[in-house]
């Protein structure tokens, strides 16, 4: 394992194989969000998770089980509960049951809140969810949970939503690779979320090999980060203390070529697992 945290998506999206499965990823990987659940939020009913697409290609008994070998290899396993319902709870302690309830079932360690409304909104209940929702996971998992949440560039506009929000949680990953802007912009990106939080040891760099790469080596305007910025990246350092560490969308997408891409074709033009490897041996 690193001194700094390797956080790596896993992607029910894909098929398995040529996508790897669960079990496969690498022991030097210290959290694997699983990607993505929702929820199920009728009016006047109690809200639950919605596992469909996490589960379009492998059953949730096969992902159970890939979640005890990977945790067995002492990585972390999270759900990553993608909807912008999480603003808007409205029953938090019956939602917080509901998420120890599947928690339990799933043998997972904790969460991965992953708020993108559209546009951005800030959220009090989302605060205060998170809030009531480590003790319990505690209490039930008899362990101390994962708690962590992606932030892009319109949280930076929200500083106190931000800072109040970071410190009900682990740490916050960035997600400020859609579309890339380049090595420097997204330092500084990364920098300005460790000042609002106050904390660098609270921010990991995320970066992307969603693809495709850019023809010209060169363009910004890609859902990808160039392999070589993703070794800069992994080496660099705050000027005061260090990063948490660095966050990978996702292993399930580390191929040369995606099956499931669209024109134009999708994949990273690398041998399949360039950037998990990457990351293992760069990550201090």
């Not at 099956?259 to 201090?284: R, V």
């Amino acid at each position: 394992m690193s001194q700094e945290t390797y956080v790596c998506y896993w992607i029910g999206q894909e098929p398995t194989p040529p996508s790897i499965t669960l079990d496969r990823t690498p022991a030097a990987v210290d959290v694997v969000p699983l990607a993505f659940v929702g929820i199920n939020a009728p009016r006047g009913a109690p809200w639950t998770l919605n596992f469909d697409f996490l589960t379009q290609h492998n059953s949730a008994a096969t992902i159970q089980q890939w979640i005890g070998t990977v945790r067995s290899r002492g990585t972390k396993v999270v759900f990553s509960i993608n909807d912008s319902n999480l603003g808007k709870i409205p029953n938090i302690p019956q939602f917080v049951d509901e998420v120890i309830k599947q928690a339990v079932a799933w043998g997972v360690d904790g969460v991965d809140l992953d708020y993108e409304p559209v546009p951005f909104v800030t959220s009090q209940t989302l605060i205060d969810f998170t809030k009531a929702l480590r003790p319990a996971l505690r209490t039930a998992l008899r362990r101390e949970p994962v708690i962590i949440a992606p932030v892009w560039g319109p949280w930076a506009g929200e500083k106190q939503f931000l800072h109040d929000f970071a410190q009900q949680l682990d740490y916050v990953t960035t997600m400020d690779y859609t579309s890339y802007p380049g090595y420097a912009s997204t330092i500084s990106s990364v920098e300005l979320y460790m000042k609002i939080i106050g904390d660098p040891g609270k921010v990991a760099i995320g970066v992307s090999c969603m693809g495709p790469p850019p023809p010209d080596g060169t363009s910004p305007y890609y859902d990808f980060t160039p392999i070589g910025d993703v070794v800069k990246l992994c080496q660099w350092e705050p000027t005061s203390g260090r990063k948490r560490g660095v966050m990978l969308y996702t292993s399930s997408y580390d191929l040369r070529v995606r099956p499931l891409s669209k024109p134009p074709p999708s994949g990273t033009n690398l041998p399949d697992g360039t950037f998990m490897a990457t990351i293992a041996k760069y990550l201090p």
